[in-house]
């Protein structure tokens, strides 16, 4: 969409063409932009944070090939992704060349609490030299400012989905049909769908659902969908410790997880780290009620409370059983289509022009090319 821009010509340097865990391959996803996959060194890092007791693997990019393309396209304005290694070697392109830098930054601060104290010295480093700063909601924007940034160079944006294929293909789908098929006729059904380990609160989430009250033989259903390093590890724990009603369905395509959607009565995203949470925007567009995790980005910024779902401590086994109880036994859910329009406002269309108003904001004298 920002592509489409006739004052806008867009070039993408990206470091990969996918990232690993990811279907969307990025190289071929965006229209109206000419898109370059540089070259870039790749070093694996694994990560426990400290004050959450959680392990995670992640990869470090620093590519060494935008000191190639980078002068070969001469933008008028960079827009660099994430606060490391690429965004270093952005400003560098940046500070010889005077063009302005905007950061485009996700990190929200419980998990910045478990980065090295050399990451976060250069973290800071680079926010007192950015001249704009695009912030993945709320929580990202309070980092910002935690690093220094001035909050009137702030623009914030916000992760989306397309609303309107998710409600398309769940409208397209009988719910009791699906429900029938898979057994669900007769009980109340919780879905979970990303990667299952512990870093994603699925430790916790099978505490507290062991915790959860059956009415009868399962008469609640736990779907966990997704695949992870530590899924055969829980579910080897959830089976010797009985936790009752609990499938785990492995990775499973958007098709299905359309299906599962439709089918269920609440989703539960327990995660302990995660910078946003796209799942949560899935389920809302599908129309289901969410309880989301605090600690994930998205928590406060799209759940409200009692309208679309609630809100929790994914570290309170107890308290997040309370809370499934409760949702699996109202009298009155939330509307399908009120779920669906509240979600509606995070769209791309409202992202692109977030994105648009921070260039704006740092290149004012007519139309430019960005990288």
Known sequence: MLGARQDLDVVALLCVH??????????RSLPNVRVEVVRNLQIPVRRRHRMLGVNWRTVMHIPVGYLISLPREHPDVVLSTGLGGASLLAWLYCVLTQTPLILWSEEVP???????????????????????????????????????????NIVRCFQAVDNDWWRSQASSIDRDEIRRREGFIGKKVVFYADEINRAKGVGYFLDAWARVQNDGQESRILLLA???????????????????????????????????????D?????????????????????????????????????SEEGLTGETFDPRNPEKLAEKIQQWLEKDLVPPVRQIQDHISRWNFEACEAAIYGAIRQVRRDGPCEGG
């Open 18 to 27: 996918r990232e690993p865990g990811r279907i969307w391959d990025s190289s």
């Open 110 to 152: 419980q998990r910045a609490a478990g980065v090295p104290a050399v990451l976060r010295w250069l973290r800071r480093f680079l926010v007192k030299r950015g001249d704009g700063f695009l912030a993945w909601g709320e929580q990202a924007e309070r980092y910002l400012l935690d690093l220094g940034a001035e909050r009137q």
């Open 226 to 264: 997704g695949a992870g390093p530590e899924k055969e590890e829980l579910e080897s724990e959830a089976a010797e410790a009985e936790v009752p009603g609990v499938r785990f369905l492995g990775a499973i395509d958007s098709s299905r997880m359309v299906e599962f959607y439709v089918a269920s």
């Open 266 to 302: 609440l989703f539960v995203f327990p995660s302990l780290y995660d910078v946003w949470g796209l799942v949560v925007n899935e389920a809302m567009a599908v129309g289901v009620p969410v309880l989301c995790s605090r600690l994930a980005g998205c928590g406060t910024e799209l």
